[in-house]
């Protein structure tokens, strides 16, 4: 039986603090690359625990408030680009301690470096929906597709913060009713989207609240079209 060599492993913790296990050490300059990038509070230390590396980060970005909710989703996203581009790539993320205030753990797989487009689609409260990071264009159509499939009433759109657009939805898209408002128009986004060749890459659960909403990471990469089978050639078996 070969050695196999396990998945690196990103995992969250308390408010404000990631620790990496499996890594290579250069991993903690990748995770300051993206923290540079994306979070106003910086890192505040590092450090090592039985062989992990715990980074601890300014501010709460686990159980973030106001703007900082629009900023930890940065902070996760630019994570993941910047270890894609380092070749590492997001295999799962789960939650594998199911209590109160526990968060998604990442693993990661080792496949060919390559940078990626990704944005975010994010649930917040209980009527709206933010889009971080989406290309200009593809505002346009999510912004078609939201007023056109959301049936339980009007759709109020405005920038949140720079590169954050927020939509306000009549009534309780998210409620568990008879009427499915939300889910019906959220089927409908995913499958535009998935047509126009971003894929939901990420599903992170990386809030500590006691009614946290997972946040959604779509990434770029456009599928191709099946034009015709290609039948082999018949073996002469003479």
């Given amino acids: 039986m070969s050695h196999m060599q396990p998945f690196t492993i990103l995992s969250l913790h308390s408010s404000s603090r990631i620790r990496l296990s499996n890594f290579p050490k250069e991993s903690t300059q990748w ?10 509070h910086k890192t505040e230390s590092t450090g090592a625990i039985d062989q992990v590396v715990e980074i601890k980060l300014g501010g709460s970005q686990w159980k973030p408030g106001g703007q900082d909710k629009i900023q930890a989703a940065r902070l996760m996203r630019n994570i993941l680009t910047v270890f ?18 526990s968060k998604d753990v990442l693993f990661f797989e080792r496949p060919e470096p390559c940078r990626m487009s990704m944005f975010i689609v994010a649930r917040h409260n ?46 309780d898209p998210w409620e568990d009713g008879r009427s499915p408002h939300g889910r019906l128009m959220l089927a409908h986004l995913f499958a535009l989207l998935n047509g126009h060749g971003w894929r939901l890459s990420a ?22 079209q ?4 290609v039948h082999a050639p018949k073996m002469d078996m003479t």
């Fill in 203 to 224: 599903t992170i659960l990386h809030s500590r609240e006691d009614e946290a909403e997972e946040t959604w990471y779509f990434s770029y990469e456009p599928v191709a």
């Fill in 226 to 229: 099946v034009v015709g089978i």
């Fill in 126 to 171: 209980d009527n709206k929906l933010r889009l971080i990071h989406a290309p200009v264009g593809m505002v346009v159509i999510v912004t078609e597709c939201i007023q056109s499939n959301y049936t339980g009433g009007s759709v109020r759109v405005s920038e949140y913060m720079p590169a954050c657009h927020e939509f306000k939805l009549k009534s």
């Fill in 84 to 101: 894609r581009m380092h070749g590492y790539a997001l295999y799962t993320s789960t939650n594998v301690r199911n209590g109160f205030g």
């Fill in 31 to 40: 995770m300051e690359e993206a923290v540079t990038m994306a979070w106003p």
